[in-house]
């Protein structure tokens, strides 16, 4: 995905914010190791993993409680409490979405819960692109 510059990162971000397993740190890594701008990587990276995470949000909105109960066998009022947790905490919690594995489900679960999406989508963007700085000042001190 290097080669293909930020495209490529783009690809890559995306790609692993959905239940795609990819690293994007590593396309990021290598594209800063090759002299790409450092902040147009953060807005790339995070652009793409932003709209990565809010397919999952999406496809999180078509499921159906009886989707759940039937898979798992949990009973439906133990769906609707942690609905309600979900509810008063979820749109907030989308904050966390980039976390490796969970940060899937937290995205899924938001839009299974119906939280409110322009809530979601403002803490899904801002957690992401503070992983990017991280990424990008932890990369920075690695090359220069």
């Known amino acids: 995905m290097a080669e293909l510059g930020y495209l490529g990162l783009f690809i890559a971000s995306f790609l692993a914010a959905t239940v795609v397993p990819f ?3 590593a396309v990021f890594a290598a594209l ?3 002299g790409f701008d450092l902040w147009t990587c953060v807005f790339v990276a995070t652009f793409g993993n932003w709209l990565g995470g809010m397919t999952c949000y999406y496809l999180g909105r078509l499921g159906k409680i009886e989707w759940i109960q039937k898979i798992t066998g949990v009973k439906k009022e133990k769906i609707d409490k942690f609905a309600d947790t979900v ?9 966390l979405a980039f ?3 969970v940060g899937d489900v937290i995205a899924v ?3 299974f819960f119906r939280c409110k ?3 979601v989508a403002i ?3 801002l957690g992401k692109f503070l992983r990017y700085v991280l990424l990008m000042y932890g990369v920075d001190f690695i090359f220069n």
């Not at 509810?87 to 904050?95: F, H, P, R």
């Open 87 to 95: 509810k008063k905490y979820g749109s907030g919690l989308a904050v």
């Open 109 to 111: 679960a938001a839009g």
């Open 123 to 125: 803490f899904m963007f």
């Open 23 to 25: 690293s994007s740190e």
């Open 32 to 34: 800063a190791a090759n």
């Open 117 to 119: 999406w322009w809530l």
């Open 99 to 101: 976390l490796p594995v």
